[in-house]
Nanobody
């Protein structure tokens, strides 16, 4: 059974930084793409950043130049470094991983979510 465990959210002032981590537990599978999504109150969940197993990245326009996604394949962990945070970055951030088991189709897994609040 695969579980994604997130950490690193919290309250930060505008202009500050936070680093989110998400570790996939379990064994016997490969992880394809990993990503971070966020959902603000009253809004739809949106993709923030994603990274392939080979290290190719993509970012939402709203976070380009401020956020950096990275991963450690040996630790099955993905990170999101968030700099120059703005109040509009306030949301619950969710980790996503495309898990490929030895047999069967690729399946999406989600973390439990971690709250990021940017406020003075």
């Amino acid at each position: 059974q695969v579980q994604l465990v997130e950490s690193g959210g919290g309250l930060v002032q505008p202009g500050g930084s936070l680093r989110l981590s998400c570790a996939a537990s379990g064994s016997g599978f490969n992880i394809n793409a990993m990503g971070w999504y966020r959902q603000a109150p009253g809004k739809q969940r949106e993709l923030v950043a994603a990274i392939t197993s080979g290290g190719s990245t993509m970012y939402a326009d709203s976070v380009k130049g401020r956020f950096t996604i990275s991963r450690d394949n040996a630790k099955n962990t993905v990170y999101l470094q968030m700099n120059s945070l703005k109040p509009e970055d306030t949301a619950v951030y969710y980790c996503n991983a495309e898990i490929q088991p030895p047999l069967g189709p690729e399946t999406d897994y989600w973390g439990q979510g971690t709250q990021v609040t940017v406020s003075s």
